[in-house]
């Protein structure tokens, strides 16, 4: 398949992500509309409650000239509270402590959302776009060298969630390796995302020979060091278990192709993950099957 037909294969994923990210900055700039209409209601309440409070100020001011003030449920006047304070029989010191309360609440939420700032919504969305950018290339060019390394086509086809050409001329391990476990598992677990990282890197963690049986690429679990390399590229620690369910998942996957799996000597390890190559390039995994 042509190379240019790949190219385009590409920039499509490329103007896909690029869509995903201009949506998502349409959804926080109408999320920050919200907010700062959300800020202006606050901001209305907020003077509303600043209004009443002047006005029981106002009235407490007029009820203590006329001596209709009184302190309730307390012993004595020192220990004595706002919520103590009744006017005219009214717990109007109840009344305006409750008030104080909500306005220091909406005060805070004011603050909150005077915080939210718009401009540094939309550079955050910019550099996240960069990333992604980045983060796109350096996968895509970690697939084409994978691709290199095992001999698999580059063919002009659609995706295989989209029905296309690649759902009916490449393997199972081919359609594992370009779309991911989605496109050949029901349902992705953990131990199909290491088996496929195996894959992607093989040819890179792998040992190139080239003696009497011919050119070959060798992956050794323990020679190789494929646990550490595994760690390394997933941040986390694994157990050697963890490692062989990956590889045998990965046979198992590649069943009926090129790359074989092997029972390993001691200092190899436990399994050896084997392509045989032809002038210094492994063959397509694609069968004439179409499975």
């Known amino acids: 398949m042509s190379a240019h037909s790949s190219a385009g294969h590409s920039n499509s994923s490329v103007k896909i992500d690029l869509q995903t990210i201009t949506d998502r900055l349409a959804e926080l700039e109408t999320t920050v509309e919200h907010l700062q209409a959300e800020n202006e209601r606050l901001r209305e309440q907020l003077a509303e409650k600043h209004a009443q409070l002047d006005a029981y100020e106002a009235r407490l001011d007029d009820l203590e000239a006329r001596q209709h003030v009184e302190l309730r449920d307390v012993d004595d006047d020192a220990d004595a509270a706002l919520e103590n304070i009744w006017i005219a029989g009214q717990p109007v010191g109840r009344l305006l402590d409750s008030s104080c309360k909500r306005s220091k609440s909406l005060s805070t939420r004011v603050d ?5 700032d718009p401009e540094q919504l939309t550079e955050d969305l910019r550099q996240e776009q960069i990333t992604r950018t980045k983060a796109d290339a350096q996968i895509r060019a970690r697939l084409s060298q994978c691709e290199d390394d095992l001999g698999i086509q580059k063919p002009d086809a659609l995706s295989t969630e989209q029905g296309g050409e690649d759902a009916q001329h490449l393997s199972k391990l081919e359609r594992f390796i370009r779309h991911g476990a989605e496109a050949v598992v029901d349902r992705v677990y953990p131990v199909h995302e290491r088996a496929r990282e195996i894959a992607l890197h093989f040819g890179e963690w792998g040992t190139k020979i080239s003696d009497a049986n011919g050119k070959r690429v060798r992956l050794c679990s323990k020679k190789d060091k494929l646990k550490t390399h595994l760690e ?10 963890e490692v062989y369910r990956a590889i045998e998942k990965l046979a198992e996957l590649a069943h009926g192709s090129p790359l ?13 993950l084997e392509l045989r190559l032809s002038e210094g390039r492994g063959p397509s995994f694609a069968r004439g099957d179409g499975a």
């Open 112 to 116: 909150d959302l005077e915080a939210v």
């Open 232 to 241: 390394a590229a997933f941040g986390q620690r694994f157990q050697w278990v």
């Open 260 to 272: 074989q799996c092997k029972r390993g000597q001691q200092s190899e390890g436990k399994y050896v």
